[in-house]
Nanobody, 131 residues
């Protein structure tokens, strides 16, 4: 059974940083696509970042370019979303999801950030950016 657990959310100051982990069980995250998504209050959920380590491919939304990146700890079967220079508009519930490595594979581009491509989801973690 595939399970994903996000944690590490909370209140962060503007221009601060946060690094929520996505811990996986039932799969080896190094061999699957991992996507990060977020839903801000009153808005639809959208893709932030995805990685498919099997292919060495990553894609991200333009709104987080240069500020967010992904790192992984293979021994812990965990993928981290490193968020820097946070802004109030980054306030959201952040979710990680996983599926076949091809959903974030080569030449997929930002189509790898489409929610419907992912079947297994975590419960989310709230990140609030405030001054």
């Amino acid at each position: 059974q595939v399970q994903l657990v996000e944690s590490g959310g909370g209140s962060v100051p503007v221009w601060g940083s946060s690094r929520p982990p996505c811990s996986a069980s039932g799969i080896t995250s190094a061999y699957y696509a991992i996507g990060w998504f977020r839903q801000a209050p009153g808005k639809e959920a959208g893709g932030v970042f995805c990685i498919s380590a099997s292919y060495g491919s990553t894609y991200y939304a333009d709104t987080v370019k240069g500020r967010f990146t992904i790192s992984k700890d293979i021994a812990k079967n965990t993928v981290y979303l490193q968020m820097n220079n946070l802004r109030p508009e980054d306030t959201a519930v952040y979710y990680c999801a996983t599926d076949d490595p091809r959903v974030c594979g080569p030449n997929i581009g930002t189509r790898g950030l489409e929610l419907y491509k992912y079947d297994h989801w975590g419960q989310g973690t709230q990140v609030t950016v405030s001054s």
